[in-house]
Each structure stands twice: as structure tokens, then as C-alpha cells.
């Protein structure tokens, strides 16, 4: 583990920092709390800190309560290295956000069972961030495809909308919904179908990548949330990935297997919400169905045409 020592007392330091060495750490050294403080800011800065209270530039108290007013995900560890020994002094340090504290002069033995301690907390700390992003990474994702699922890509289109109209940006939603899925399922059985959705939904990632995002809204239906600057042919570009969509067999446990889309697409404009955004892409998607599938419908009665001849196999 990296540990800062912060002492302007080359003796002590060269204590510390030896005894630290031996039992396999790896140990920054600084003379005064202004470098401490530049070391501690660094984004893979050490994860423990000794920090002599009384030091020149910046005393250890000072460089505590700057690190704590941080916003860092994985803060350091901290001890305070003090000959003040009174409780009020300790209290001071414990207040202002130290962890620990070791008083001069330090007995070897327990800097060493005072930083094993540290570096339990720390790993309990990492342990706990982790764990926290995966549980924030499983509420926002379908655990099939990995896409961000139906709240989170909602959530991330009513953000666009307000960013794109400050903007003047454009911003779409295209429902896309996989022609005849049922005959996937009933075919060659539900493992290829969640094949289909996963092979699927990474073409819509790419597609959406640089420029949106892409969900699953559940079942065989995605959402595309899709951003351009003012001019820009979105009607060109749905066309384009239904076409492409149709083009490309999907690879499977059992092989490859073309599918096509359907896609409704509404443009966000004004202050229409959500609600009314998603109601024009689904009616568009309905209209798509209706014309014979395989192509992308606009709401307002723009028309892109059939984006391809590739078919779902029909069973035998």
C-alpha cells in the first residue's frame, strides 16, 4: 500500500518511512503539510497518510481538514503524528477528520499494528465502493443485454431534452421493436432469443455511441435516444441503422440469424415531456408495424421506406 509521510524531522521520517519499507509498503515522503497536501490531492495519491502535526507551510491539523472537505470516492486514512499528548489536543485532531494518532516518540511496534489497522479500513472502504457501484450498476442495467434499463434510459432522456433544448441541439427517441420475435423464441427456443436481444442491443450501443444511448424497454423493445446538432438528418441516420439492422445476421448458439426493426422516432422539441415524447415514438412504431414492418416511421407522417429485404426465418 502507497503511505504518505508528512515530517519535517528527517530523523523521524527516515524512522517511519524505514520500519514502513520492511513490512512491504510502498512510502511517500514530504517535509512540509503544502506538499503533503499536493500528494494527498492526487487522483492515485497514497491511501494512507502519517501527518506530523506541527510541520512548516501547512500544519497536519490544516491539511486534515482540507483533505475531508474533498469530494472523493475513496478518502485516506489518517494518523496523526503529534507529541501533543493532552485529550483536548487529540480530540482536536479526531474532530478535524484525523483517523488515528501516534505520539512522539512512537514505539515501532505499535506504528506497525496503527498502520495494519489503517489498511484494513482502507480495504473495508474499497470493498464498500465497489460493492456500492455494483449495486448502482445493477439498478440502472438490464442484467440480459447490459443496456441501461427502462428507468435509466428514461432518466437519461428527460436530462438530454433539458440539455438539448438549452442547446438548441436536436434530440430524438426512436422505439425500435424486432420483427416477429415470437418466431425466434418458438423456432429455435428462448436461449437464441436472448442471444438475438444481446447480439441486438450491441448494435444499438454502437450505433448510439458518441452521440445517445440506447435501452431496453422490455421484451424485444429498445429505446434510442439519439443527439445532433441543429441540421443534422435524423431521419438519415434511423435509416441507416434499421438498414444496417437488416443487414447484419445476428450471431447465436445455433448460428446466425437475420432479423429487422421496426422504429418509431419523435423529435423532442419545445417543452413537450417524456410522456408525450414516448406516446409520438410508439404511435410512429405502431404505424411502422402497420406498413409492413422492416422500415422507420416519424412522427408527423415522415416516412423513411422499407430499410431492407433481410426477413426473420420463418419455422419449417
Known amino acids: 500500500m502507497r503511505i504518505l509521510i508528512a515530517e519535517d524531522d528527517l530523523t523521524s521520517r527516515k ?8 513490512i512491504g509498503h510502498e512510502v511517500v515522503e514530504t517535509v512540509d503539510g503544502l506538499a503533503a497536501w499536493t500528494e494527498l490531492q492526487k487522483t492515485d495519491g497514497p491511501k494512507l497518510a502519517i501527518l506530523d502535526w506541527m510541520m512548516p507551510e501547512m500544519e497536519g491539523l490544516d491539511v486534515v481538514r482540507k483533505v475531508r472537505a474533498l469530494d472523493i470516492e475513496k478518502p485516506p486514512y489518517i494518523i496523526m503524528l503529534t507529541t501533543r ?21 512512537f514505539d515501532t511496534g505499535e506504528l506497525q499494528a496503527r498502520v495494519e489497522v489503517g489498511r484494513r479500513m482502507v480495504e473495508l472502504q474499497d470493498a464498500l465502493v465497489e460493492s456500492r457501484k455494483a449495486l448502482a450498476y445493477e439498478a440502472s442495467h438490464d442484467p440480459l443485454t447490459k443496456l441501461a434499463n427502462r428507468r435509466a434510459i428514461l432518466e437519461y432522456l428527460e436530462r438530454q431534452m433539458v440539455s438539448a433544448s438549452e442547446n438548441g441541439d436536436i ?11 415470437k418466431r425466434v423464441n418458438d423456432t429455435w427456443g428462448h436461449q437464441v432469443g436472448d442471444d438475438v436481444l444481446c447480439e441486438l442491443a450491441h448494435l444499438l450501443r454502437e450505433s448510439a455511441e458518441g452521440r445517445g444511448a440506447a435501452g431496453r424497454m422490455g421484451g424485444e423493445e429498445f429505446l434510442l435516444v439519439l443527439r445532433m446538432k441543429a441540421g443534422g438528418d435524423y431521419m438519415a441516420e434511423y435509416a441507416a441503422i434499421c438498414a444496417g439492422i437488416a443487414a447484419t445476421p445476428l450471431k447465436t448458439r445455433t448460428g446466425e440469424i437475420p432479423i429487422t426493426v421496426s422504429i418509431g422516432v419523435s423529435c423532442a422539441k419545445g417543452k413537450s415531456g417524456v410522456d408525450a415524447i414516448l406516446g409520438l415514438a410508439d404511435a410512429a412504431l405502431y404505424s411502422a408495424k402497420g406498413l409492413g414492418r422492416n422500415r422507420v416511421v416519424f412522427a408527423g407522417g415522415e416516412n423513411a421506406g422499407e430499410a431492407g429485404a433481410a426477413c426473420c426465418p420463418r419455422s419449417e
Open 85 to 105: 499528548g493532552e485529550k483536548a489536543d487529540i480530540i482536536a485532531g479526531l474532530d478535524a477528520g484525523a483517523n488515528d494518532y501516534l505520539s512522539k516518540p
Open 171 to 181: 434530440l430524438t427517441a426512436g422505439m425500435c421493436d424486432i420483427d416477429h420475435f
Open 15 to 22: 524512522i517511519l518511512a524505514g520500519v514502513l519499507r520492511k
